[in-house]
């Protein structure tokens, strides 16, 4: 019974049925599918382990920098375009303004072998050299993985291989783990987040290598509160990103009452950043750099790092706004609304604040910052802008200035003594 279709990328298969196996030809390659036993797709459930505090593993000091190929790239991530990026990342400057951590996520997973290993899909055919060469670059490398059989892309997740491939993964030498939720449904309900977040965690230090731990599991249940007891260094706080504007503001608003869940070893993550992907403009891109540092926010650029505008390099790799997310202290502002102005103050180790007036409305309006409001210990003394990188005064206590439509004043502010 010989059936064939086209596929929306215009390749054709070729189907037959025999003995109850489907036989496909699509272009060179030949596949066998046989029916599904019970079992296949839902495996047994596990009941998941009792709650205890997994020990801090005394990484992400200050928020994960680095960059992570979903944003743009989506399932056509390979080898190649990784080692690309990372030779760019080197030469244009990226790695020396720190952001370090080179980030595959879902759609490298193959099959696993006889012994249960997973083995990557052939866009990965030898992850250890890739992540040796990573390393040789000066650079670390993070791999993605879900606590369901499957993960979001329906690519094998880590189900009931939690301390296997967090085996594989430090023979690798992988130096950072994204465990993102949503695949993990098929099996439990929202209930079980936090045990199987935990058990990834006790996996990774039983692992015998030190690996940054970010939970992706949208903010369900209140992360914040219990991410830092199952081991992880970051949680997602929200939903996924677009490249627009509602979506970006959105993320960042629902930070507010993860603040004080931020510190040195564990961080609120408002999603990766969108800078440079193209819908928004360099303005918003410069508002959204500003409001992950003033938060604290893990940088993971999501962009094409091999074809950015020289507008785009200077805002991912704006020292002094990257210093104010890196600052030791690891506070995350809040904002303060007054009409379409929202203002973030940031206190920073050295006694000064970073703060950032960000313009919500349609057209440009005035900022005013007073020094009285930025919880200072003494009188403003120097102000500088983190954008124009000049030095500006404040009178009387005051500095304002103009802010375009959706576009930010950034100032980080010192005190007199
Ligand atoms: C979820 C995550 C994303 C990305 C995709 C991959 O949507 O939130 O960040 O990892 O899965 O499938």
Not at 8 to 31: F, I, K, S, Y
Not at 310 to 338: F, R, W
């Amino acid at each position: 019974m010989p059936k064939s279709g086209p596929l929306h990328h215009g390749l054709l298969v070729v189907g037959d049925l025999v003995a109850n196996e489907l036989h496909l030809t699509r272009d060179t390659d030949q596949m066998v599918a046989v029916p599904a036993k019970l079992g296949d797709e839902y495996p047994a459930y596990t009941t998941p382990p009792a709650l205890h505090d997994v020990p801090y593993n005394g990484l992400a000091k200050t928020p994960p920098m680095g960059w992570n190929d979903w944003n743009q790239f989506q399932s056509k991530i390979d080898d190649k375009t990784v080692r690309e990026v990372v030779d760019t990342m080197v030469v244009n400057g990226m790695r020396d303004a720190g952001y370090v951590y080179v980030n595959i996520d879902d759609t490298w997973e193959g099959v696993r072998d006889a012994q249960g290993t997973l083995v990557p899909n052939k866009k990965f055919p030898d992850m250890k050299a890739l992540v040796d060469y990573v390393h040789s670059k000066g650079m670390k490398f993070g791999i993605y993985s879900s606590p369901g059989p499957r993960t979001c892309a329906e690519y094998p997740g880590s189900y009931g291989h939690e301390e296997q491939d967090a085996k594989t993964y430090a023979s690798w030498g992988i130096d950072y783990l994204k465990y993102d939720w949503c695949g993990a449904r098929m099996i439990y309900s929202n209930d079980s987040i936090q045990p199987l977040y935990q058990k990834m965690g006790d996996a990774l230090l039983k692992s015998g290598r030190s690996i940054v731990y970010s939970l992706c599991e949208y903010g369900v249940g209140n992360v914040e509160t219990w991410g830092a007891k199952v081991g992880g260094n970051l949680w997602r706080t929200t939903g996924d990103i677009s490249d627009n504007w509602t979506s970006m503001i959105s993320n960042i608003e629902k930070q507010a009452h993860t603040a004080p869940y931020a510190g040195p070893g564990h961080w609120n993550d408002p999603d990766m950043l969108e800078i440079g992907n193209g819908k928004m403009t360099d303005e918003e891109y410069r508002t959204h750099m500003s409001l992950w540092a003033l938060t604290a926010a893990p940088l993971i650029a999501g962009n094409d790092i091999r074809n950015m505008t020289p507008a785009i390099k200077e805002i991912l790799m704006n020292h002094e706004v990257i210093a104010v997310d890196q600052d030791a202290l690891g506070k995350q502002a809040t904002p303060v609304k007054s009409g379409d102005m929202e203002t973030w103050v940031k206190p920073l180790a050295d006694g000064s604040v970073a703060v950032g007036v960000v313009n919500m409305g349609a057209s440009e309006s005035m900022a005013t910052i007073k020094a009285s409001d930025l919880g200072l210990d003494a009188p403003a003394k120097s102000a500088r802008n983190l954008w124009t990188h000049a030095s500006v005064a404040f009178h009387d206590g005051v500095y304002a200035a103009k802010v375009p439509s959706h576009g930010v004043l950034m100032l980080r502010v010192s005190a007199a003594n």
